[in-house]
């Protein structure tokens, strides 16, 4: 009976040493004044003192260990800032805005956000600071906004309509929807060129409610490399594929179908007013952006980063 115990035990310890073993030979061997840190567990790190509510755990211990200022948490492996005041958070925004301002590398961010093109998954660099420039340019620089006047005269002109329908008809309106119907119809045609009907809708809930499910999930290679294998027989890694496929389908319908609008001089927007898709066409016709090279999954990618402004409207 004895040695039948053995047999299931013993590879479990074993396991378990090698674990430890892997865990404290990745870290550092010196860290210079580190901030206050809750006691942590090998493996998991700090994991087991967070609750549900990610803010109140945060506060509650940075009451306790960080001296209401800084305080370091291990998520895993990955050692990672809870900032706690005003002033700490102006000194790291601000003063030191370039030592934080990368953005950890995230697997799931690699997959979905076409290698990191995406700008707010880019490691800061040049292409990052390029990206933007870009992007102030040709989408959100105060010249830029007043061309797509006449975009939001239709969108308001078209909320009007509704509201004085339903009054008629004495039914409810519900402003929060009308509201965010409007800002995502401004967004989409002033990005996409063409019009945020109901088809364009329900496609993109359809993406965006996947893209969020797998945004909500624990990735055990983000957080604790040693055990990332799990993510692999779970199928967590080939969901983020699927989806990640499903809304590169959708990017490059939207690519296609404005290619082929410009062929046959449809212009939604009028005569002189250049969505923000024509603006990456012409920077990819180039195929250089100051020194960078610039193709079709850097034009996707920047797309993406209006398209995720609709993600939370929808």
Do not use: C
């Not at 929060?176 to 088809?199: A, C, I, P």
């Amino acid at each position: 009976m004895t040695s039948t115990y053995l047999i299931y035990i013993l590879p479990f310890f074993f396991t378990l040493f090698l674990l430890f073993k892997l865990y404290y030979s990745t870290q550092p061997t010196t860290t210079k004044n580190p901030p206050p840190s809750p006691p942590k567990l090998p493996i998991i790190g700090n994991i087991h003192q967070l609750g549900p509510l990610l803010h109140r755990s945060f506060f509650s211990l940075s009451q306790r260990y960080g001296g209401r200022h800084l305080m370091l948490l291990h998520i895993g492996s990955v050692p990672s800032l809870v900032v706690s005041s005003a002033a700490a958070a102006h000194e790291i925004m601000q003063t030191h805005d370039l030592i934080f301002a990368t953005r950890p590398p995230i697997e799931m961010h690699k997959t979905i956000f076409y290698d990191l093109k995406e700008i707010s998954a880019a490691p800061y660099g040049e292409y990052f600071r390029q990206a933007k420039k870009l992007m102030i340019l040709n989408f959100l620089s105060s010249k830029k906004v007043q061309t797509f006047s006449r975009v939001r005269e239709e969108q308001i002109a078209n909320i009007l309509r509704k509201i004085t329908k339903s009054s008629e008809s004495n039914k409810a309106v519900n402003l929060s929807d009308l509201l965010s119907e409007h800002s995502n119809g401004v967004s989409y045609r002033s990005t996409f060129g063409k019009k945020y009907d109901e088809e364009t809708r329900e496609k993109m809930k359809k993406v965006v409610d996947k893209v969020l499910e797998i945004f909500s999930q624990f990735y055990y290679a983000d957080s604790i490399p040693q055990l990332g294998w799990i993510d692999q027989i779970s199928g967590a890694n080939a969901k983020v594929k699927a989806v990640a496929k499903d809304l590169d389908e959708f990017m490059e319908a939207a690519v296609e179908e404005r290619l082929a609008s410009q062929k046959t001089g449809d212009q939604d927007l009028g005569e002189g007013v250049e969505p923000f898709i024509d603006a990456l066409f012409r920077i990819q016709k180039d195929g250089v952006l100051e020194g960078i090279s610039f193709d079709r999954e850097h034009v996707k990618a920047l797309l993406m980063v209006q398209f995720s402004r609709l993600f939370y409207n929808t």
